[in-house]
């Protein structure tokens, strides 16, 4: 079953459960998916990993959001945006273990011959066309700049 199927179907089931705040959280996965499907030069049909990276962008943007709302005092807010992440976050697949991230990224840096700080634009390419949507690049940047030594 494709994303935009499983989205429909959650909908119903949160319509049918008069669950607004779920509702709510699945209407704006359903809109981006929409939009990013109909943007100028887009084709009709969109790829898994362009669905992961339009639902990260979802979760970033709300725990950014939230964040805001938080340094503002505003937990009412807040709390409805990290409420919204984790559902989108059901969505997602799951986070890669922290010993396969850095075997990968090991393998890059193996890859690309990095020896310094000053390679890791090089090791990130290649570790995040591996990695695309199994784990975030924070993340990934984190364990590289470690292992080549800062």
Same mark, same amino acid.
């Given at each position: 079953? &494709?994303? %935009? ?5 959650e $909908?119903?089931?949160?319509?049918l ?14 809109? =981006?998916?929409?939009?990013?499907k109909?943007?100028? *030069?887009? &084709?009709?049909?969109?790829? %898994?990993?362009? /669905?992961?990276?339009?639902l ?7 725990r ?10 505003r937990n009412?807010? =807040?709390d409805? %945006? ?7 976050? /059901? ?16 393998? =890059?840096?193996?890859?690309? *011959? ?10 990130m *390419? $290649? =570790?995040?066309k591996?990695?695309a ?9 984190v $364990? ?7």
């Open positions: 079953m &494709s994303l %935009e199927e499983t989205i429909n179907n $909908v119903k089931t949160a319509m459960a008069r669950d607004k705040d779920k509702l709510e959280a699945l209407r704006a996965i359903k809109s =981006a998916l929409l939009l990013a109909t943007e100028k *030069g887009s &084709s009709t049909e969109m790829g %898994e990993e362009t /669905e992961i990276k339009i990260q962008k979802l979760v970033k943007q709300r950014e959001t939230a964040d805001i709302y938080l340094s503002q005092n009412d807010l =807040a409805i %945006e990290l409420f919204q992440a984790n559902i989108i976050q /059901e969505f997602l697949p799951k986070a890669m273990p922290d010993d396969e991230l850095e075997a990968i990224i090991k393998a =890059a840096i193996a890859e690309t *011959g990095a020896a310094s700080i000053k390679d890791m634009g090089k090791v *390419g $290649v =570790a995040t591996q990695l949507g199994r784990a975030d690049n924070a993340r990934v940047s $364990v590289v700049k470690r292992l080549l030594g800062i």
